[in-house]
């Protein structure tokens, strides 16, 4: 995790190919979020390579808005 301009994101989660579809990325994000969420941060980015649907779709279920690009 690291904070740009007081927002937290979670900047890298990988899964091992073999490992994928198991559901391990989105306990990892998950726990992630409730770790924050305990100390207070109510507000949390992620960074998303474009066409990585997998990642796009896990956000979107757990309720994240696409805002744009990473913050220069």
């Known amino acids: 995790m690291v904070e740009v301009d007081g927002v937290s994101y979670i ?21 992630s979020l409730a770790s924050l969420a305990e100390v207070g941060v109510r507000e949390v980015g992620a960074t998303i390579t474009d066409g990585n649907t997998a990642s796009e779709t896990l956000f979107a279920r757990l309720g994240a808005i696409r805002t ?4 220069t």
Do not use: D, F
Not at 11 to 31: C, D, H, P, S
């Open 11 to 31: 900047n890298l989660v990988a899964v091992a190919t073999a490992r994928k579809r198991a559901g391990l990325g989105r306990r990892v994000v998950e726990a």
């Open 68 to 71: 744009g690009a990473w913050p």
